[in-house]
């Protein structure tokens, strides 16, 4: 019979392309990941790797396998459901949770008191993912449910084993000293020309936010400093000689010398909490999810 351990193992190798990033992904070694491969093939009696350069590919064999697998994931899930579901639905176990790390500041640690209360039999596991990571992190059944972000208005690829929903919108605000010349603009704030920036280095989020607020300018922004802690941003605006953009998600507190102003065209990010078809039934993740909102 075909274990399970080599069927989420060969479905992580045929989407990573490597046994160490499989095995990275798995939190395994890449021996022990190989190990599995090997017996399956075993198993099967035929060859599920082909050597690709650097890396591997599935044989059909291989490819046909990994095609089946989710079927049986989701056969597994039904039975712990169904196990869960004599026992009056109670969460327990183990939740594992995987998300970035401003999800798991402001909309995780704040609930995660509460749910142990009503919950006490569950224990949640959080490991921060970015979102693609994460969604395979579900896909392959190494994590129950994420929490993702959209990116610049895309939402990140969804395997068809996962669906979503909507548990929170983000938008970012202006921080700044109360000694800046813009702290005392009580209207929504617009025009940005003229004054000095911390922001989030390229490739992020933010900095896509940042990027998009000059779009129009004819002029390049004034950034001093590219920092990716939030936290190090707020103490170079509390100097009174820059401006920042932070997501709410991501804000500490801002103290006295600090003041967040909205902006006219607030930039925005959907959060959404992504779990397998074959889970909606678990009571450790509804339990969660009425928690998100």
Not at 55 to 72: C, K
């Amino acid at each position: 019979m075909i274990e399970v351990g080599a069927l989420r193992a060969l479905r992580s190798v045929a989407a990573l392309g490597t046994l160490a990033r499989a095995a990275d992904e798995l939190g395994f070694t890449a021996s022990a990941v190989s190990q599995q491969l090997k017996r399956l093939e075993r198993q099967v009696g035929v060859p599920v790797l082909a050597p690709a350069g650097r890396g591997v590919v599935l044989t059909p064999a291989g490819q046909a396998i990994a095609n089946s697998a989710p079927e049986v994931f989701q056969a597994l899930e039904r039975c712990a459901e169904a196990a869960q579901s004599v026992s009056e639905g109670a969460p327990r176990g183990t939740l594992r949770v995987v998300a970035f790390s401003t999800a798991i500041r402001g909309l995780l640690a704040p609930v995660l008191g509460g749910l142990s209360v009503r919950c006490p039999e569950l224990r949640v596991e959080i490991t921060e993912q970015d979102p693609e990571e994460a969604l395979r992190s579900v896909d392959a059944g190494t994590a129950d449910l994420a929490l993702v972000h959209d990116a610049d208005g895309l939402p990140a690829a969804q395997p068809p084993s996962v669906t979503q929903r909507l548990v929170h919108t983000d938008v970012g605000d202006v921080v700044m000293s109360r000694s800046h010349p813009l702290a005392s603009v009580t209207e929504p704030l617009g025009d940005l020309a003229g004054h000095a920036w911390v922001t989030s280095p390229p490739g992020t989020v933010c900095h896509q936010w940042f990027r998009r607020l000059f779009a129009d300018a004819p002029e390049e922004p004034d950034v001093r400093h590219l920092v990716d802690d939030f936290a190090t941003q707020l103490s170079l605006v509390a100097s009174g000689e820059v401006l920042a953009l932070i997501p709410r998600l991501a804000r500490p507190p801002l103290g006295e010398d600090l003041i967040a102003r909205p902006l006219r065209r607030q930039p925005k990010r959907e959060v959404h909490a992504a779990w397998r078809r074959s889970a909606d039934a678990s009571p450790a993740i509804r339990a969660l999810l009425a928690d998100l909102g």
